[in-house]
């Protein structure tokens, strides 16, 4: 009976040895030139972004970090409106709405930490810790209240943790398309799967940017240039975009995301607080209907939290238009216009 040959490799010609070594060689090597000239390269441009864009606010210690708030129409007096961005917004998102708010009300936008102008403290995310930043922030930039608050998104979820913990500080509330504690459960999965794969992108965006990466392919800056904010905002977003700092603070912010929510989930109802909540409500795909529906009951339930709530659909708007676009954003001032006039009856 034949015996079955054992096989083993070929053996490889010392030339084609060669030949390999040397080509696996120059590949590590170019990987790394390249990866040192993206990073260089980000290094560079970051420091231009500094200078191109300096903060329009002023920079506050908090303990051991800055935050920067944005203070505009500071001659009125009454209510101070305080407006919170949704995940991974600078400041310079509300700048179609904080202007227009500032012919009627004194109005502040702030950077959470790590976000826009401001440091990042390197600290796990949660929602009592952000709403006690912004209300240390808030008192050493002596900024007076009363408050009303307004949320877009994620920002949503913070200015519900800050009226729980400081009641006696906001008289009103305004929630802009804003996230829901219980959306992950509730709505439909191919939906949720669309959220968990924005989060898995953000979660890449600090290596994308260390290398350059983002700013060579302006990965986030495109997604808004469908709404167009002024030219000046516009610029800075997408350069913050495209930095190691901001995009490690919106990382942060996902990777919490069930912290944050279960916090927020434990927080109390508001009252008689005036409260209007906006939906977005796009013209969407038919098999695309039941998630803007769902989406929109949520927004619904949050308006009953306050005997005075309100839930209003903004035609054509969308989640980011409502805040980005000039088209839609007049329904967050108009929003903020009445809360104020139901403050001061």
């Not at 203070?71 to 202007?99: C, F, N």
């Not at 939906?191 to 290596?207: G, T």
């Amino acid at each position: 009976m034949a015996t079955q040959a054992t096989v083993f490799p070929a053996p490889v010609p010392s030339r084609s040895r060669q030949w390999l070594q040397r080509s696996l060689a120059g590949l590590t090597a170019a990987t790394m030139a390249l990866a040192a000239a993206g990073a260089a390269y980000q290094q560079v441009q970051t420091a231009q972004d500094r200078k191109q864009f300096p903060a329009p606010g002023e920079l506050v210690s908090i303990g051991d970090h800055r935050l920067h708030i944005h203070a505009m129409g500071s001659h009125h007096s009454g209510p101070t409106i305080v407006l919170e961005s949704g995940l991974g917004l600078p400041s310079a998102a509300w700048a179609w709405v904080q202007p227009e708010v500032a012919e009627f009300a004194r109005v502040v936008s702030y950077d959470r930490a790590g976000l826009g102008w401001s440091d990042n403290d390197h600290a796990p995310v949660d929602a009592p810790e952000t709403a006690e930043q912004l209300y240390a922030l808030l008192k050493a930039a002596e900024v007076p209240g009363p408050y009303i608050l307004v949320g877009h998104s994620i920002g949503g979820l913070f200015v519900r943790q800050f009226a729980d913990l400081y009641p006696d500080e906001v008289a009103g509330l305004v929630m802009v398309d804003v996230s829901h504690p219980d959306q992950m459960a509730r709505l439909p999965k191919p939906a949720v799967d669309m959220q968990l794969n924005a989060f898995k992108l953000y979660q890449a965006s600090p290596w994308l940017a260390r290398f350059g990466i983002l700013r060579a392919t302006n990965l986030h800056g495109r997604l808004l240039q469908s709404h167009l904010l002024p030219p000046t905002a516009q610029a800075a977003i997408e350069a913050f975009y495209s930095t190691v700092g901001h995009t490690q603070a919106m990382s942060q912010e996902t990777q919490q995301w069930e912290v944050i929510t279960g916090q927020v989930r434990g927080t109390g109802d508001l009252g008689r607080r005036p409260l209007v909540v906006l939906s977005g409500d796009p013209a969407v795909e038919p098999d695309q209907a039941h998630w803007l529906a769902e989406w929109q009951a949520l927004h619904a339930e949050l308006a009953e939290l306050s005997t005075q709530g309100e839930h209003r659909l903004i035609e054509g708007a969308d989640h980011n238009s409502l805040l980005l676009n000039s088209d839609h954003a007049p329904a967050v001032v108009n929003a903020i216009r009445d809360v104020v006039a139901q403050v001061q009856d």
